[in-house]
């Protein structure tokens, strides 16, 4: 899916939650691939799917909230020929675990469905953390655009959104080590 995909299958869901009669906000905030593409210039033009993360806690209690959500995403993947996860929360426990999370900004609104994006140096310190061969174009692009052109800056970077605790886990030294290496430290 391209950008304008993103914001139709968002739209989509909005207006299908508003069907089925939710009236409180879902609040989501988006990152990885949907984030690049609608957010970065010169990134790249399609994703496979959109990362999203839940904003509000609470609404994995409201079992019926959760379950509108689930139902409109599914109707939309099945009535656009979408894969089942193209709108994949797998990130939230990871994200909620690991990030300070900061100000974040509403990006769009569509219907009940309000998503939010983070700083671009959040979406960055994510890509070093997770630092999968799939993410070498974003971590450079977004490097370059943020000027993080040192293993000690990208470890600042980290050091003020991911937990540390978090950070050993994942192996984010050894991480950045194998981008950085043969650059100046």
Known sequence: MDAKDI????????????????????????????????????GRTITKDIDVVWLQPEFWAGLRELRRFEMAVHFIAITEGLDPKWLNTDPHEFVMAAVDMPELKLWKQFGPLMVYIPPKDLILALKLMAAREKDEGDIELLRKQLRIDTRRKAQNLIDKYINVFVQHAYHAAQKLDRIFSGSKR
Do not use: N, S
């Open 7 to 42: 914001e139709r299958y968002l739209a989509l869901v909005g207006g299908d939650l508003e069907r089925r009669g939710q009236q409180e906000p879902i609040e989501v905030l988006m990152i990885g691939g949907g984030y690049i593409l609608t957010q970065v210039r010169g």
